[in-house]
């Protein structure tokens, strides 16, 4: 079925740190990928999206790119905040099918620390 | 442009009891989605529409769950019976279109069944 892994289940960075969080998906669709990004006591938002493969999703100095052959999607970003504190969730759509199916990935919680 | 809309924002039950969860989506948008969020995973999709029409409720446990959007517009999801296991958030979401427009979601409905 169409799922969507992330293994890090926690980060743990300080402030001017790199981030880099990995995920891969597996899909029979034409997929969008998105990184969402939840903050305590609110629902997710949307962080970027990348709707090719080998194109880059671009926002608030977050970087995002999709692999198509490794079926894989990751995320980084230079220099981390401490306001970039939050779960961070890998998130696969189908940009092809009548179905309009959304699914979510276990999350990465990101604490960054002063 | 106002956002997704839930209520309440938290319910307290004792198991047994009944209770429904109500979601006002952006205006426009045909598609809603109810997920359930247990403490510290991720959203898991229970039941999404299209308009009035249910699209996939294949993963909402039928014998206590409903859920209904008979206009097209607001939501109700609904549990007949509540159970310990249903302590979660419930989320709204919503978007226009299909494919690769952004999920927008409510900031949720906190259950405790005690």
């Known amino acids: 079925g169409d799922s969507v892994t992330q293994m890090q289940g926690q980060v743990t960075l300080s402030e001017d740190d790199f981030l880099f969080i990995n995920c891969t998906y597996s899909t029979t669709w034409y997929p969008t990928l998105f990184w969402y990004v939840q903050y305590p006591g609110e629902g997710p938002q949307l962080l970027l999206k990348v709707t090719t493969a080998n194109n880059k999703g671009i926002s608030r100095g977050f970087e995002a790119t999709y692999d198509k052959g490794t079926t894989s999607f990751h995320l980084q970003k230079a220099s981390v905040q401490e306001s970039d504190s939050a779960v961070y969730y890998c998130?696969?759509?189908?940009?092809?099918?009548?179905?309009?199916?959304?699914?979510f990935g276990t999350g990465t919680r990101l604490q960054v620390l002063p | 442009e106002a956002g997704v809309t839930q209520s309440p924002r938290y319910a307290v039950l004792q198991e047994g009891q009944a209770v429904s969860f109500w979601c006002d989506p952006i205006s426009g948008h045909d598609t809603l989605y109810w997920y359930q969020q247990p403490r510290d995973q991720g959203p898991q999709l229970l039941v999404y529409f299209r308009d009035e029409a249910v699209i996939d409720n294949s993963q909402l446990p039928s014998d206590r769950f409903s859920a209904v959007r008979p206009k097209g517009t607001n939501s109700t999801l609904k549990i007949q019976s509540a159970k310990q296991g249903d302590t979660a958030t419930y989320l709204c979401?919503?978007?226009?279109?299909?494919?690769?427009?952004?999920?927008?979601f409510g900031a949720g409905t906190r259950l405790s069944v005690l």
């Open positions: 998130v696969l759509g189908d940009r092809s099918s009548n179905t309009n199916k959304v699914v």
């Open positions: 979401a919503s978007r226009q279109d299909w494919g690769t427009t952004t999920l927008y």
